[in-house]
């Protein structure tokens, strides 16, 4: 206990220097600790992705530049979409997009209602507590999907692009499956169209979100019902609009993607579309470069804040042992050991790398939490608290133990170079 109050007394004495120290330290792994969490939440997007099972350097993603709530548009777009699908080397072309409607049949459901309100308690859907989230996709999007059905029929060839004044089919998630029944007809309420729920999807299906499949988390499919495109949606502007950002196709021969790459950039510029095609292998590839791009950038800053921080800690710890000569001569004159003062000099930085480290962590906790709300109230599901992981903690260590290292090396250097009559008759 006479220790730990003889390094605060020491660091109290030199309460501006040692704030300053502080400061700098805290900044410094507070950098440090955001780099290595965005590296952590790079790779478990990336892996998100990759566990879908698709075949990343066949499985394209269209990317549509010019998108426009006009008729050309629409009638250009579904031109490019027949001319997509009638291409031999492709298969699985479609797009998907996740909207909201509200049912009848569901709006006076209480069962439905209390399970909706428990789904999305916390989030801004809790004022909307009567709609429903539909994914509405392609026969394409179908195929990757590769749902699991745990009890009725999966969809159909047929139950594509069906007329609008028939009954579509409708998949309906896990969670549902002790409220709805296989056979129920639905009825939306904006527009009157007819839906029959035929199957159940197992229980933690997911797919990409539709606003950036890569950098968001995978939507969870247990709450929602997937409905197939009719004919409606092909030719409604909301809808063509709505799914133009989520357009995917596979390339059966990976030798020839670049030669359909630039014949669906022709025929996309003929009809004023600007496209671009890239395999989910290179767009996870150029997202990663991104993020390391910034990763290296916080890297490199952190590692001269760290030069500075400790050449910073050894200037003031080696003008500290040179102010305090006295001290440390009568210390040992009493009966103190030469490793007793080491020890001191060594708590004094390691004291101010704890205190650091603790700020740093509470910094990112309080920010993390910040951002844990905000994506929990807007539903786009990534939890930043779960980056606060042992691996941060074993992080922060180390970078304490590195500091230490470094910036005591000179101090106790300089100071084993002091005589004890050098010490005896040094300056307090």
Known sequence: MTYIKIIFKSLFKRKISSLFIIIQLTITIVMLLSSFIMLNSTNYLQDQVKEKGLDLNKTMKLNIYNPT??????????????????????????????TNAVFEELETNDK???????VIKGTFKEQYSTSSEMLMIDK??????????TSGRELKENDFYKDEQKITPLLAGENYKDVLKIGEILTRKDNNSKYEIVGFIDKNSSW????????????????????PYNNSEKISNESILSKSNAIFYVVNDEDKINYINNIIETKA???????????????????????NDIVYTNLFLSIFLIILSCLGISTVMISSILNRKKEFGIRIATGASMNYIRKLIIGEVSSL????????????????????KFNKYNDIGINPMENISPKCIVFVFLIIMIIVIITTFLPLKRFKKLQTKDLIGGID
């Open 112 to 118: 439905y209602i209390a399970l909706r309100k428990t």
């Open 269 to 291: 510029n003929s009809l004023n579309i600007r496209v671009k095609s890239n395999t989910i292998s290179e767009e996870l590839f150029n997202f990663k470069k991104s993020v």
């Open 69 to 98: 709530f006009t008729d050309t548009f629409k009638e250009n777009y579904n031109q490019l979409e027949d001319y997509i699908s009638s291409i031999p080397d492709i298969t699985n072309f479609g797009g998907f997009d996740l």
């Open 208 to 227: 990409f979100n539709e606003q950036d499949y890569i950098s968001n988390l995978l939507i969870n499919l247990d709450d929602k019902f997937i409905i």
């Open 140 to 149: 394409g999007i179908y195929n990757l999907l590769n749902l699991k059905i």
């Open 353 to 372: 790398a704890i205190i650091s480290s603790v700020i740093s962590i509470l910094i990112v906790f309080i920010n993390n939490l910040q951002s844990y």
